[in-house]
C-alpha cells in the first residue's frame, strides 16, 4: 500500500463519523450507502426515483426530497449517477458553496476535468471518481475493491478515512481526469483479456473438452502471463523495446498463423485476433523483428495531443 491508498476502513467506536450525502441509489449506490451505514455514518440519500431509496430509509438513511435538500444537509456530497449529464442536471439546481464534491459516477477523463471546473466555479472542491468494483464487493472485507481518486489533493486529504469504509482509496493526482483515464485503462485491458478468453473457449467448443476442466488451465496461463505488464513498463519508461525479450515480435508474428490456421479448422472466426495481429505485422514490416510487442503501443497513438471531444 501506498501513502496514496487507504484500505477499507473499520473505524474506532469512539471516532466521530462524518457525515455524507449520497445521490444516486442504483445497485452500485445502494452498495455505498449500505457500506457507510453499517460502519455508522450518518448518510442522506436521494434518487431521481424516491421509491429506490425507500430500502436505505428502513436501515437508517435520511431520504431527502429533492438533490438540492441533499447536498444542503452536508458538506461531503458523492455523487453516483447515470452519467454525466445525470451529474449536472441533479446538481443544476443545488448550491455547491463550501462542498467537496466527489463524483464517482463512470466518465471520461475529458468529463472529469469538465466537471471539476464547473464545480470550482460554483464554489466547490472536487475529486473524480473510478470505482474498480462491482457493488457485491463493495463494503466486502477482501474482495479486492478500490476506488480511484483525482483532483483536489486537500479533499481527499481531509476525507479520506470516510472515502475509504466501502472500498480502499487510491489517491492518482491532481489533474481531475486521471481517475477515469485509470478506470477507463484497466477496463480497456480487461476488455482485451476477455476476447481473448472468449476466443479460446471457442475454439474447444465442439469437442470432447468441458468448459469447467479448461477454465482452471486457462486462469493459470493468464495469471502467469500477466506479469509481463512489468517488463512492458520498463521497455516503454526506457525506449528500449528489445531489453530482456524472449519471445522476439519477428517469432510471435510467425506463431500467428498457427493461431490462425488452428481457428479456422475449428471453424472459429478470428475477428477478435485480427486487429491485433495487423499491428504486429505492422510494426515487423517496420524493421523492429527483434522487439517485444511493447512498440505497438506507439502505433496505436493518433497524431497530436489527446482531443477534448464535445
Not at 444542503?72 to 445525470?86: E, G, I, K, Q, T
Request: hydrophobic share 50%; with cysteine; aromatic share 4%.
Amino acid at each position: 500500500m501506498t501513502d496514496n491508498a487507504l484500505a477499507p476502513r473499520t473505524p474506532s467506536p469512539s471516532a466521530p463519523l462524518a457525515p455524507l450525502t449520497l445521490l444516486g441509489t442504483g445497485a452500485m449506490g445502494t452498495a455505498l450507502a449500505r457500506a457507510w451505514l453499517a460502519a455508522g455514518h450518518p448518510v442522506t440519500v436521494w434518487n431521481r426515483t424516491p421509491a429506490r431509496a425507500e430500502a436505505l430509509a428502513a436501515e437508517g438513511a435520511t431520504v431527502a426530497p429533492s438533490a438540492a435538500a441533499a447536498v444542503a444537509a452536508n458538506r461531503l456530497v458523492v455523487a453516483c449517477l447515470l452519467d454525466d449529464a445525470s451529474v449536472r442536471e441533479a446538481l443544476d439546481a443545488a448550491d455547491l458553496t463550501g462542498r467537496d464534491l466527489v463524483d464517482l459516477t463512470t466518465g471520461t477523463p475529458a468529463q472529469g476535468r469538465d466537471r471539476a471546473a464547473w464545480a470550482e466555479a460554483r464554489g466547490a472542491r472536487f475529486l473524480d471518481g473510478g470505482i474498480m468494483a462491482v457493488p457485491p464487493m463493495i463494503g466486502a472485507a477482501g474482495s479486492g475493491a478500490y476506488v480511484f481518486h483525482s483532483g483536489s489533493a486537500a479533499l481527499f486529504e481531509e476525507h479520506r478515512d470516510t472515502l475509504a469504509v466501502p472500498a480502499r482509496a487510491t489517491y492518482v493526482g491532481a489533474d481531475p481526469g486521471f481517475a477515469a483515464l485509470h478506470d477507463v485503462a484497466l477496463l480497456s485491458a480487461m476488455n482485451g483479456m476477455f476476447a481473448g478468453i472468449t476466443h479460446a473457449f471457442a475454439l474447444i467448443r465442439r469437442e470432447d473438452i468441458a468448459p469447467k476442466d479448461f477454465a482452471p488451465l486457462l486462469v493459470s496461463w493468464l495469471t502467469a502471463m500477466a506479469p509481463m505488464a512489468h517488463g512492458a513498463a520498463e521497455r516503454l519508461d526506457s525506449g528500449d523495446h528489445t531489453k530482456d525479450v524472449v519471445s522476439n515480435l519477428a517469432m510471435q508474428v510467425a506463431g500467428n498463423a498457427t493461431l490462425l490456421r488452428t481457428a479456422e479448422e475449428q471453424g472459429v472466426s478470428a475477428e477478435l485476433l485480427t486487429p491485433y495481429m495487423a499491428l504486429m505485422e505492422r510494426r515487423l514490416a517496420e524493421g523492429h523483428g527483434d522487439e517485444d510487442t511493447t512498440g505497438l503501443v506507439d502505433l496505436l497513438l493518433t497524431s497530436g495531443k489527446p482531443q477534448e471531444l464535445p
